[in-house]
Structure formats: structure tokens, C-alpha cells
């Protein structure tokens, strides 16, 4: 037995990176279950929801776009714009004034998969959640502060 190993939090409940983890595993868990009936995966949903809602205020949106509003990196995000496209979900096409930029839209299959995986999803997220009652606010507001202090 390794005796000698030490760490900082007395045991792993003490640890709120430990905690996150396994919350996001079952999180995810749930969400696979929901999201592999529609074909797919809980990047891909991500990346299209962000295309979703950029879409809603800018008919111009390229990749980056989608990249920062997902928080996600960009060759990880054009390998998944691609099999998006492969899907039929997506459309990509040359932007008015950049040359070097895609602009990409939902295709009308792309629009009806992405309203099912979000109705989908939004619930699973409201049962997820749903013992926490009246402090989801609050954790809501936690994951922001950590997400504004950490993505800059």
C-alpha cells in the first residue's frame, strides 16, 4: 500500500475539480442517451446550437464565430463542421468579404434535427438539474463567474 502519497483535499468529495468531473460524466451520460437517437454526438449538438443562435442576429457566420461561442477549439470545430456537412446539417459557402473564411448555415435538415436535439436536451437538462429547486440560479451563476475569470 502507498502510504506515502499525499494529498491536498481529505478525500475526493473535498475536491470541487473531482466534484465538476463527476457531475459532467453523468451530465453527459444523460445527454448521450438523448442525443444518440437524432444521429448525434454532444460536440456536434454544441457546435450547432452555436450556429443556431449566431444565426438568429448575423446571416454571416463563419467558423470562428461558432468556435468562440462554443468555447471551443478551431480545428476541433472545423473537423466537426465537416462531418456536420457530410450529415447534410450544414452548408458551407464563400464569405462576401473575407476569402479565407466559410460562411456556414443550417440546411432545413440542419434546422429540424438541431430543434429536436434542443427540445431534447433542455429537458434532460431540467430533470438533470432539477433537484437543485431553487439554487439553480445560484450554481448558474457560479459556472459564470468561473467561466469569465478562466476564458480570458
Avoid: C
Amino acid at each position: 500500500m502507498q502510504k506515502d502519497i499525499e494529498f491536498q483535499f481529505k478525500t475526493p468529495n473535498d475536491s470541487p475539480g473531482y466534484l465538476l468531473g463527476q457531475v459532467t460524466l453523468l451530465w453527459q451520460r444523460k445527454l448521450k442517451k438523448e442525443l444518440d437517437p437524432l444521429n448525434l454526438t454532444q460536440t456536434q449538438f454544441v457546435l450547432l446550437a452555436a450556429l443556431g443562435w449566431l444565426s438568429k442576429t448575423n446571416d454571416q457566420v463563419t467558423q470562428v464565430d461558432i468556435a468562440n461561442q462554443g468555447n471551443a477549439d478551431r480545428m476541433m470545430v472545423s473537423k466537426v463542421l465537416r462531418t456536420l456537412e457530410e450529415k447534410a446539417f450544414i452548408s458551407r459557402h464563400e464569405h462576401r468579404t473575407d476569402t479565407r473564411a466559410k460562411v456556414i448555415k443550417l440546411t432545413e435538415a440542419g434546422a429540424l434535427i438541431l430543434q429536436e436535439a434542443l427540445t431534447a436536451v433542455e429537458n434532460a437538462d431540467k430533470t438533470f438539474f432539477a433537484p437543485l429547486n431553487e439554487r439553480l440560479s445560484n450554481f448558474n451563476e457560479y459556472m459564470l463567474d468561473l467561466i469569465a475569470v478562466h476564458k480570458r
